[in-house]
T-cell receptor, first 111, second 113 residues
């Protein structure tokens, strides 16, 4: 069984602060996705990273895929209340060829 | 607009009363799946389907059934619901099973009393 560990599980910060959430595994993934889920909604894809060491930016969000393709991070600069939500990482590949989700990081950005 | 539509959004039912949650996608996707989301446990896959008439068990299939008679529809059936199936359910579809973007429905919050 491939596991994706996300940390921290909960994060509450003030508007304007920076933060990083992590997604770690002992398994190698072909690709890794990050989703954001808002209350009462389904997860929505933010980005997919495919190459080891890859960095992608989406406005104030920076995503990095580890060199060994076992881990990933999401960095948010100058967080805003609209960033509040559950951030999920999901890895694809390995022995079971399915999308495996982490348990998520619940981010609250206070005004 | 590309979307996955689930119905109903909310459902309260009694133990043992059969129910069906419908899921429909308009993107001609081959791969569809059902997840349940529980606090502290994250998203867990119940069943998936790689194409019409092709379904298989996910990580937590006990107590659930699915069917895929048409490409666009993938209903989830609980033949005899029990309280431990109280959860938030999501249907998702993607172009393939090769790690392509998963599009999720809005969720169905099921309570079994």
């Amino acid at each position: 069984t491939q596991l994706l560990e996300q940390s921290p599980q909960f994060l509450s910060i003030q508007e304007g602060e920076n933060l990083t959430v992590y997604c770690n595994s002992s398994s190698v993934f072909s690709s890794l996705q990050w989703y954001r889920q808002e209350p009462g909604e389904g997860p929505v894809l933010l980005v997919t990273v495919v190459t080891g060491g890859e960095v992608k930016k989406l406005k104030r969000l920076t995503f990095q895929f580890g060199d060994a393709r076992k881990d990933s991070s999401l960095h948010i600069t100058a967080a805003q209340p609209g960033d509040t939500g559950l951030y999920l990482c999901a890895g694809f590949g390995g022995s079971n060829y399915k999308l495996t989700f982490g348990k998520g990081t619940l981010l609250t950005v206070n005004p | 607009e590309a979307q996955v539509t689930q119905n109903p959004r909310y459902l309260i039912t009694v133990t043992g009363k059969k129910l069906t949650v419908t899921c429909s996608q308009n993107m001609n996707h081959e791969y569809m799946s059902w997840y349940r989301q529980d606090p502290g446990l994250g998203l867990r896959q119940i069943y998936y389907s790689m194409n019409v008439e092709v379904t298989d068990k996910g990580d937590v299939p006990e107590g659930y059934k699915v069917s895929r008679k048409e490409k666009r529809n993938f209903p989830l059936i609980l033949e005899s619901p029990s309280p431990n199936q109280t959860s938030l359910y999501f249907c998702a579809s993607s172009l393939s099973d090769r790690g392509t973007e998963a599009f999720f429905g809005q969720g169905t919050r099921l309570t079994v009393v």
